[in-house]
């Protein structure tokens, strides 16, 4: 009798006997009693999927691999590694739910940034500015059709910057418990870039436009790679300081880059700090991956919502370059000049994967004219797209807070 007890008990503490949660009588809804029963095996074999993804193809593996990683953990029976006493628990409230490591994310990315491409040609930053259209687009189609929140529209929305720190810190601060599905939709579309975009760039431009060359860009000096991201900044503390905290990280780590003074700190930013909490952020990501949070009708909104943010933003980019290009033609006739034109492809760049949607942009470009290499004229709008979705973050923070 004591030894088949204790047998049943350990049985009873075997991860098998609790993956399979028992029926809760108090659900009548057969599918939704499906999921509650079933629900951490099927997220094991979605977080298997998310690993293959990166491993196998290769879909942002830096931050893929550890946010399936720990999904996995996340959801293991009665370890309770994700709970708020365990190891990725711990991690989650002191990185992500205080908002530290996509800060520091973001300091890596102005260290690793040159924007000398849209110093040298400023009116990119119009296309960077116009592909945060995907945005506020999501955001009122979440609001209006899917039956969102405010914050949770606002969150959703910003899956349309492509931008995966900027997505997570906006969704903690508006929406927490959409976390998982927000961070996995945001960099599974952003690996994704190469395959979303082209055709929308080749709906929204002709034939003519996909070949135009554009002129060299001029040298940009030290000086005034200097002075830029002080200016970013002071605009920023000006006119949006809710977006402080993401510009000021991104500016730090860009004039630890330009200053030249301060190697040993933007080899650090670029390197080790970087892939450091890319590791932590990834896994406490992960942590939120549960059946709960993830197996529900909200996050096949989330998906559909997201590649709708990012056909947008990638839309609202080349729109903005063929805008652009008519007010050139008619100052052209005016001052009696040939027409300087925008290959309108840069417009797509305007999303902040930097620098795979600049890839994009100059491969696309030479499918039409083998000679047109728009590599460093995309990397203008790719860059000024990073600000873009920055300060996106703090409209979103000041209205949906």
């Known amino acids: 009798m004591i030894l088949s007890e204790g047998l049943m008990q350990l049985w009873q503490s075997t991860g098998i006997y609790n993956m399979i949660d028992k029926a809760d009588p108090a659900i009548t809804n057969s599918f939704e009693q499906f999921l509650h029963q079933f629900g951490h095996p099927i997220m094991l074999l979605i977080c298997l999927f998310l690993l293959w993804l990166g491993i196998k193809k290769q879909f942002e593996p830096l931050l893929l691999v550890p946010i399936a990683f720990g999904g996995l953990l996340s959801n293991i029976p009665i370890a309770g590694i994700a709970e708020p006493n365990g190891f990725l628990g711990i991690v989650y409230e002191a990185g992500i739910h205080k908002g530290l490591f996509p800060l520091i994310i973001f300091m890596g990315v102005g260290a690793m940034t040159d924007f000398g491409p849209l110093i040298a040609n400023p009116k990119t930053a119009l296309l960077g500015g116009a592909a945060q259209f995907g945005i506020f687009g999501a955001l009122l189609l979440a609001l209006c059709c899917f039956g969102f929140t405010l914050p949770q529209s606002g969150a959703i929305g910003i899956i349309g910057g492509a931008d995966g720190p900027t997505s997570i810190y906006v969704t903690t601060k508006l929406a927490p418990e959409l976390l998982g599905a927000i961070a996995v939709a945001a960099y599974s579309y952003m690996a994704l870039v190469p395959v979303i975009q082209p055709p929308i760039m080749k709906l929204c431009t002709t034939l003519e436009e996909r070949k135009i060359q554009m002129e060299q860009l001029r040298p940009v000096s030290k000086r005034e790679k200097i002075v830029f991201p002080l200016v970013v900044l002071f605009l920023c503390i000006i006119f949006l300081p809710d977006a402080c905290p993401l510009v000021g990280a991104l500016t730090f780590g860009n004039l630890c880059k330009e200053c030249g003074v301060v190697e040993r700190l933007s080899d650090t930013m670029q390197n080790a700090l970087i892939n450091i909490i890319t590791i932590f952020l990834g896994l406490s990501v992960g942590s939120k991956l549960s059946a709960e949070q993830f197996l529900t009708v909200q996050t096949l909104f989330i998906l559909i919502l997201g590649v709708t943010a990012f056909a947008l933003a990638t839309a609202g980019g080349v729109l903005m370059a063929r805008l652009m290009n008519v007010f050139e033609v008619m100052m052209a006739k005016i001052q009696k000049r040939e027409p300087k034109l925008i290959n309108p492809l840069i417009g797509s ?53």
Not at 351 to 378: D, F, W
């Open 349 to 401: 760049a305007g999303v902040s994967a930097v620098p795979m949607a600049a890839r994009v942009s100059n491969k696309v470009g030479l499918e039409y004219n083998n000679q047109n290499y728009l590599l460093m004229h995309a990397m203008g709008p790719n860059v000024s797209g990073v600000i873009g979705s920055a300060v996106a973050a703090g409209v979103l923070l000041a209205l949906c807070h």
